[in-house]
């Protein structure tokens, strides 16, 4: 009815599950090998991936697709695939879970996996600084210590947990810039042991990449699955080595070459050959509201969901691989799911898209003016500004462009919302 009445449906049976039973977690994982994803960055995409490349080997596997990631949605994703029948084949659950959601399901269920892709500043007015996003996912990670741990070796502060759990790491042994000094907006800075400014043999992006501490030796843990070379980089996806093999991803970025190779660490664990993973990675389609690609008129238009400065950066990144012109849409709202505080929109790199051959440029969302203002002290120019204060103004002059391709940067209840107008006019034929 949720799901028929008001286009939902992705939490609120969970809520009524748990008033019905706070403990129906135990009875509907009960035959579920369960793959938990969690991090700040790249959950859903790395969720998507393995998803994917465990339906293309033929198993049968749920996933909770639509990135509702509280207990609440989890437990509505479980509910919506209960079968009263009694099932003797393996079943899988990759599911995407809130860094501060992990605890509660880990009080139910034991996963046969989590994977946690990264830790940045992220919503801090509900987080706290990312130190405290570590704490909260390894209260949940303590509760299950016969879960097999697959973490970035690049973050920091994944080294070294000290939890008796089996721990698989990867990581690139390349870097895709020449640099190795970390930016002063980035998170993780200084040695988790004894607070020294970490050094870098190179950097990724943000504070990822070969890290160690001149003062008391801490550093990156050796790897067990890595990125040895990025071959070449389009706007549609990269060509890469791991552990020796050649793969196209066939999504964008350093992020998805990140997220891809969390998906094959997660495979590997599993079982699954690296035939089927180098079959299932070249054909990935976006997930969610996630570099997704929507026909709008004749134009081809590109979500991308951004939430925080080490995100936007990479997002920006991306869209920099793109040397036509295009045109841009940028949301910012500041509700609950956003995070209410948007200073941190002045630490993303805005002036990088002040070289790029961008022709409109529209600007939406609650905070529409504070992301106008940003743009123009980056530089980029105002005469091409153009404020949308509907759905209805912004859809028509993206149909008005002159060329073709429209990326569109959106925050999480900004893409969301986005998406129903979509869906609602037609452009979008389902909506989760």
Same mark, same amino acid.
Not at 39 to 57: E, F, P, Q, R, V
Not at 116 to 121: A, M, S, Y
Not at 359 to 384: C, Q
């Given at each position: 009815?949720?799901?028929?009445?008001?286009?939902?449906?992705?939490?609120?049976?969970?809520?009524? /599950?748990?008033?019905?039973?706070?403990?129906?977690?135990?009875?509907?994982?009960?035959?579920?090998?369960?793959?938990?994803?969690?991090?700040?960055?790249?959950?859903?995409?790395?969720?998507?991936?393995?998803?994917?490349?465990?339906?293309?080997?033929?198993?049968?596997?749920?996933?909770?697709?639509?990135?509702?990631?509280?207990?609440?949605?989890?437990? /509505?994703?479980?509910?919506?695939?209960?079968?009263?029948?009694?099932?003797?084949?393996?079943?899988?659950?990759?599911?995407?879970?809130?860094?501060?959601?992990?605890?509660?399901?880990?009080?139910?269920?034991?996963?046969?996996?989590?994977?946690?892709?990264?830790?940045?500043?992220?919503?801090?007015?509900?987080?706290?600084?990312?130190?405290?996003?570590?704490?909260?996912?390894?209260?949940?990670?303590?509760?299950?210590?016969?879960?097999?741990?697959?973490?970035?070796?690049?973050?920091?502060?994944?080294?070294?947990?000290?939890?008796?759990?089996?721990?698989?790491?990867?990581?690139?042994?390349?870097?895709?810039?020449?640099?190795?000094?970390?930016?002063?907006?980035?998170?993780?800075?200084?040695?988790?042991?004894?607070?020294?400014?970490?050094?870098?043999?190179?950097?990724?992006?943000?504070?990822?990449?070969?890290?160690?501490?001149?003062?008391?030796?801490?550093?990156?843990?050796?790897?067990?699955?890595?990125?040895?070379?990025?071959?070449?980089?389009?706007?549609?996806?990269?060509?890469?080595?791991?552990?020796?093999?050649?793969?196209?991803?066939?999504?964008?970025?350093?992020?998805?070459?990140?997220?891809?190779?969390?998906?094959?660490?997660?495979?590997?664990?599993?079982?699954?050959?690296?035939?089927?993973?180098?079959?299932?990675?070249?054909?990935?389609?976006?997930?969610?509201?996630?570099?997704?690609?929507?026909?709008?008129?004749?134009?081809?238009?590109?979500?991308?969901?951004?939430?925080?400065?080490?995100?936007?950066?990479?997002?920006?990144?991306?869209?920099?691989?793109?040397?036509?012109?295009?045109?841009?849409?940028?949301?910012?709202?500041?509700?609950? /799911?956003?995070?209410?505080?948007?200073?941190?929109?002045?630490?993303?790199?805005?002036?990088?898209?002040?070289?790029?051959?961008?022709?409109?440029?529209?600007?939406?969302?609650?905070?529409?003016?504070?992301? /106008?203002?940003?743009?123009?002290?980056?530089?980029?120019?105002?005469?091409?500004?153009?404020?949308?204060?509907?759905?209805?103004?912004?859809?028509?002059?993206?149909?008005?462009?002159?060329?073709?391709?429209?990326?569109?940067?959106?925050?999480?209840?900004?893409?969301?919302?986005?998406?129903?107008?979509?869906?609602?006019?037609?452009?979008?034929?389902?909506?989760?």
């Amino acid at each position: 009815m949720s799901k028929l009445l008001f286009k939902g449906g992705s939490n609120f049976p969970g809520k009524v /599950a748990l008033k019905l039973d706070k403990n129906i977690l135990k009875v509907i994982c009960k035959n579920y090998k369960i793959i938990l994803i969690t991090g700040t960055n790249g959950k859903t995409t790395t969720t998507s991936m393995i998803y994917n490349i465990l339906k293309d080997t033929g198993k049968s596997v749920i996933t909770n697709s639509t990135g509702a990631n509280m207990i609440t949605g989890i437990v /509505a994703c479980f509910v919506e695939n209960y079968s009263f029948k009694k099932c003797c084949e393996t079943n899988y659950a990759v599911i995407e879970c809130d860094e501060a959601n992990v605890s509660f399901f880990t009080d139910y269920i034991t996963p046969e996996v989590i994977a946690v892709t990264n830790l940045f500043r992220d919503q801090l007015d509900r987080y706290g600084e990312v130190y405290t996003t570590l704490q909260k996912i390894l209260q949940g990670i303590k509760k299950a210590p016969l879960t097999n741990l697959v973490l970035n070796g690049d973050e920091s502060l994944l080294g070294d947990l000290n939890v008796p759990n089996r721990t698989i790491y990867y990581g690139f042994n390349c870097s895709p810039t020449r640099d190795k000094e970390v930016s002063i907006n980035a998170d993780a800075k200084f040695c988790k042991k004894c607070k020294s400014p970490y050094k870098y043999n190179f950097l990724t992006y943000s504070h990822l990449g070969d890290y160690y501490c001149e003062n008391c030796g801490y550093k990156r843990p050796d790897l067990d699955y890595v990125l040895d070379e990025i071959k070449f980089q389009t706007p549609d996806g990269s060509s890469v080595v791991i552990n020796g093999e050649d793969y196209y991803i066939n999504q964008p970025g350093i992020y998805n070459m990140y997220n891809a190779l969390c998906a094959y660490s997660v495979a590997v664990v599993c079982g699954i050959s690296t035939s089927h993973i180098y079959n299932s990675l070249k054909k990935q389609q976006s997930a969610f509201g996630r570099q997704e690609s929507i026909e709008v008129g004749s134009k081809e238009v590109k979500i991308i969901l951004v939430k925080n400065p080490a995100g936007y950066d990479q997002a920006i990144n991306t869209i920099s691989l793109d040397d036509r012109t295009f045109n841009l849409v940028v949301l910012l709202n500041d509700n609950y /799911a956003d995070g209410r505080d948007v200073s941190w929109i002045w630490d993303v790199n805005f002036e990088r898209l002040s070289s790029l051959s961008i022709d409109k440029i529209m600007i939406s969302g609650i905070r529409l003016y504070d992301m /106008a203002v940003r743009l123009k002290v980056a530089g980029l120019p105002e005469k091409n500004f153009i404020i949308c204060k509907t759905y209805e103004q912004l859809i028509e002059e993206v149909k008005n462009c002159e060329s073709n391709t429209v990326y569109v940067l959106a925050t999480y209840t900004a893409m969301i919302s986005l998406r129903k107008f979509l869906n609602s006019k037609g452009y979008i034929k389902k909506l989760w």
